[in-house]
């Protein structure tokens, strides 16, 4: 069994799905203030939208790009403590489409300088260490180290240039096998040896801080340049990180999480090509789950049958290579909606 002081994780994490105006409109019912906002259209070909509370909501990112963050005046013009509100422009609320929003909350902000808590330069950030997530800006120089604010060893770091093009890199001991290894969010690559994005020399995260070398991330190598870091810590009953190996069968291996997941994120890391693909339980709402999203592609929501959220986790049952390839290797991030070992779950538990 798996018990966590986390009672609530719609508290924390929630997916909300709404339909564009080409006006402007409140989205509500997220249950909390999304301090980081992902949002993509689920019925045409358009860019990822990223925002969060420490760049300010008119600051957006695109997972499936390289390109610099953009100021976006109306697209989400403000986080509310229920949900966020979106102006007449950018990609996020055309007319008649449909879209997905994916809402974290982080919580607590804090602004540390240079030298205190072990950190060789400063950072500003927001931080919610019960569900193990932050979100920390920083001025990177050439090889330094960045107060995160987890207190806790964090398992991933997803970090990226803003003021100029730079690929994704996400980072994962836990995943990926060691802090010497990196995949691109916005790639279709397999793992690979980069040993300077977080662990230059012998520098691994800490619970205070971690490592992040410079000259590796902007398109430029630029020895100076504005970051933004997400970072996440597995908390029992809310959070999963990990790997598995596929079998190429439809009835392909079950993921233990110790609670029923609402938001999956997976990427074959043993060869490249593959998309990087999300399922939720908003999009998808019984099993077989078969509504994905590709966070490396500006791609529509695409129709394939492949996986079953279940009670304390989930269970491959499709066979394309991108989730369950034959012997080849996957990761995957979990956010949870049900506890096992609670009386939360609900009469039709998957």
Request: aromatic share 10%.
């Amino acid at each position: 069994m798996a018990y966590t002081t986390i009672n609530k994780s719609t508290d924390y994490f929630n997916t909300k799905l709404y339909t564009g105006n080409g006006g402007t409109q409140s989205i509500t019912g997220v249950g909390h203030q999304p301090d980081f906002n992902w949002i993509k259209c689920r019925s045409n070909a358009t860019d990822h939208a990223l925002q969060d509370i420490v760049r300010g909501n008119t600051k957006s990112l695109q997972s499936n790009s390289n390109s610099a963050d953009a100021t976006v005046t109306n697209g989400v013009t403000a986080f509310t403590s229920d949900g966020f509100n979106l102006g007449a422009g950018g990609d996020v609320n055309t007319n008649g489409r449909t879209y997905c929003s994916w809402n974290w909350k982080a919580g607590t902000s804090f602004s540390n300088s240079a030298g205190a808590n072990g950190a060789s330069i400063a950072s500003t950030g927001s931080a919610n260490q019960d569900v193990g997530f932050s979100i920390c800006t920083y001025t990177n120089t050439n090889t330094n180290t960045i107060k995160h604010g987890l207190d806790v060893v964090p398992d991933v770091i997803i970090a990226k240039t803003l003021g100029v093009s730079g690929s994704w890199f996400l980072g994962s001991e836990k995943m990926l096998g060691g802090w010497n290894k990196k995949l691109n969010l916005d790639s279709t690559g397999a793992v690979a040896t980069e040993t300077r994005p977080f662990y230059p020399g012998s520098a691994a995260p800490t619970s205070s801080v971690f490592s992040s070398d410079q000259s590796v991330f902007g398109a430029g190598g630029s020895a100076t340049e504005t970051m933004i870091a997400y970072c996440f810590a597995e908390k029992q009953g809310y959070s999963k990180f990990g790997s598995y190996i596929g079998n190429g069968n439809a009835n392909g291996p079950m993921i233990y999480t110790g609670f029923k997941p609402a938001f999956v994120i997976i990427k074959r890391t043993s060869s490249g090509g593959d998309d990087w693909v999300m399922y939720d339980n908003k999009r998808n709402t019984f099993n077989v789950l078969d509504k994905r999203l590709n966070p490396n592609s500006n791609g529509a929501e695409q129709d394939t049958d492949i996986l079953d959220f279940l009670s304390n986790g989930f269970k491959l049952r499709g066979t394309p290579d991108y989730v369950n390839g034959n012997g080849s290797t996957y990761i995957y991030m979990a956010f949870g909606q049900t506890l096992v070992g609670t009386n939360n779950i609900p009469a039709n538990a998957r």
